[in-house]
């Protein structure tokens, strides 16, 4: 099985940068998701680590440690509509079933 | 427009009252699934199928049922609701291949009193 776990709130600054972390317990690990979700919407996808490393992609950079079984999701440049709940989900290798943390909410304040 | 769709939107039921909530997906997706998310839980899977005709459970599968007759089709059956599967709902389809993103429908609001 997998343990996923994130911080469940979170606080930053417009303008500023913020750091969600994820650490993941798992037996059968592939990669590491990132989706958004706006209140009372679907998730969307953000980004996926299969390897080691930093991935980049505009203001938002997502990171993979396999040896520490731990991810985080990088925002820079905090914008107003960033507020939103941030999912971490790792995939099991062999086949696409996503096991999800609770989810981290993010407060963007002025 | 790739998407996946979900309906009803919302839906308020009664204890017993068997219902189906209907999932479609026009990408040729292989990979489709359910899940319910509850405050503080997070989203927890209850299906998946692989392909056509083949399902399997998810982590709480107690109390649902699905089926997958063709590839574009994923209803959820909950034959006998009850008030804890009060909760938001949501399908999901991805290609089945590593590492593909999963594209999710905009969810059904489930009140079962």
């Known amino acids: 099985g997998q343990n996923i776990d994130q911080p469940t709130e979170m606080t930053a600054t417009e303008g500023a940068i913020v750091q969600i972390n994820c650490t993941y317990q798992?037996?059968?690990?592939?990669?590491l998701f990132w989706y958004q979700q706006h209140a009372g919407e679907a998730p969307t996808f953000l980004s996926y680590?299969?390897?080691?490393g930093l991935e980049e992609k505009g203001r938002f950079s997502s990171f993979l440690s396999r040896s520490k079984g731990y991810s985080y999701l990088l925002l820079k440049e905090l914008q107003m509509k960033d507020s939103a709940s941030y999912l971490c989900?790792?995939?099991?290798?062999?086949?696409?079933?996503?096991?999800f943390g609770t989810g981290t909410r993010l407060t963007i304040i002025p | 427009e790739a998407q996946v769709t979900q309906n009803p939107r919302y839906l308020i039921t009664v204890t017993g009252k068997k219902l189906t909530v209907t999932c479609s997906q026009n990408?040729?997706?292989?990979?489709m699934s359910w899940y319910r998310q509850d405050p503080g839980l997070g989203l927890r899977q209850i299906y998946y199928?692989?392909?056509?005709?083949?399902?399997d459970k998810g982590d709480v599968p107690e109390g649902y049922k699905v089926s997958r007759k063709e590839k574009r089709n994923f209803p959820l059956i909950l034959e006998s609701p009850s008030p804890n599967q009060t909760s938001l709902y949501f399908c999901?389809?991805?290609?089945?291949?590593?590492?593909?993103?999963?594209?999710f429908g905009q969810g059904t609001r489930l009140t079962v009193v």
């Open positions: 999901a389809s991805s290609t089945g291949q590593g590492g593909t993103e999963a594209f």
């Open positions: 798992t037996s059968g690990f592939n990669g």
């Open positions: 680590n299969v390897l080691d």
């Open positions: 989900a790792a995939s099991n290798f062999g086949n696409e079933k996503l096991t």
């Open positions: 990408m040729n997706h292989e990979y």
């Open positions: 199928s692989m392909n056509v005709e083949v399902t």
